[in-house]
């Protein structure tokens, strides 16, 4: 097995606010211009689905149906039709949660492009956690 295509990353932050709320504000696409500018600068449904506008072009940005564990799975589906599953999860931590994104690595990333990859996950959890814990 080819290690290097099969390499994750757990990126988390603390959120010092309820599971529910930021796992509420985070499953509406239309929030993500606020707390995830790395994916893109604006969101609008269109026929029922989410396009955002990306560095990599117009993308669809779908979620896991609403639930009551926390999962914010979603995919991102290029312009060229490829699709990327990115597993996320918003868990109870004491008072607050836990934010936790796995970043799989694919095959064509180098190791700088992968550490790219982590540095903008990491600093949209980052604007997460500044949104919600500046709101009351």
């Known amino acids: ?5 099969a390499e994750s990353r757990h990126l988390s932050t603390y959120v010092d606010r309820p599971a529910q709320q930021v796992y509420d504000y985070a499953s509406d696409p239309s ?26 072009g117009r993308v669809e940005v779908a979620f896991a149906p609403r639930n009551e564990f926390g999962v914010l799975d979603h995919t991102v589906a290029l312009p060229s039709g490829e699709t990327f599953y990115n597993p996320m999860r918003v868990t109870v931590h004491g008072t607050g949660c836990e934010v936790v994104f796995t970043l ?7 190791d700088e492009e992968f550490a790219r990859d982590a540095d903008a996950v990491s600093a949209d959890l980052v604007a997460l956690k500044r949104v919600m814990e500046s709101t009351d």
Do not use: C, F, N, Y
């Open 1 to 5: 097995m080819d290690t290097t295509a």
């Open 31 to 56: 929030h993500l211009p606020a707390w995830a500018p790395g994916l893109g600068s604006s969101v609008e449904e269109v026929d029922g689905k989410w396009i955002v506008d990306s560095p990599m």
């Open 104 to 110: 799989r690595r694919q095959p064509e990333l180098s």
